[in-house]
Nanobody, 126 residues
Framework: QVHLVESGGGLVQAGGSLRLSCAAS????????MGWFRQAPGKEREFVAA????????IYADSVKGRFTISRDNAKSTVALQMDSLKPEDTADYYC???????????????????WGQGTQVTVSS
């Protein structure tokens, strides 16, 4: 069992930055691909970014490519999402997730993830 806890959300003006963090307990994250998803009010949860076991493979949604950066520290069992040049449309609850998949792969589908955090709220004002 993996327990994930997100932190770092908050209110920021458009153009600003936030850094989200996801900490794991229960098992080391080093054998899990990790992902970030978000859900805006009234919308479905969507993929944001993902990273494979080693951190070598990273994938991003087109809407955040070039603005967001995912990273991981397996020694600390943490995953981060650096969000720059934030836009009002980035406003959402952000969730981290863990997938016990292939070593080389990162995943962009919710169904591929086994564990989820409770989410952290990000609000970007215009």
């Amino acid at each position: 069992q993996v327990h994930l806890v997100e932190s770092g959300g908050g209110l920021v003006q458009a153009g600003g930055s936030l850094r989200l963090s996801c900490a794991a307990s229960g098992r080391t994250l080093s054998r899990y691909a990790m992902g970030w998803f978000r859900q805006a009010p009234g919308k479905e949860r969507e993929f944001v970014a993902a990273i494979n076991w080693s951190g070598y493979t990273k994938i991003y949604a087109d809407s955040v490519k070039g603005r967001f950066t995912i990273s991981r520290d397996n020694a600390k069992s943490t995953v981060a999402l650096q969000m720059d040049s934030l836009k009002p449309e980035d406003t959402a609850d952000y969730y981290c997730a863990a997938a016990a998949g292939d070593y080389y792969r990162a995943y962009d589908h919710m169904g591929q993830y086994d564990y989820w955090g409770q989410g952290t709220q990000v609000t970007v004002s215009s």
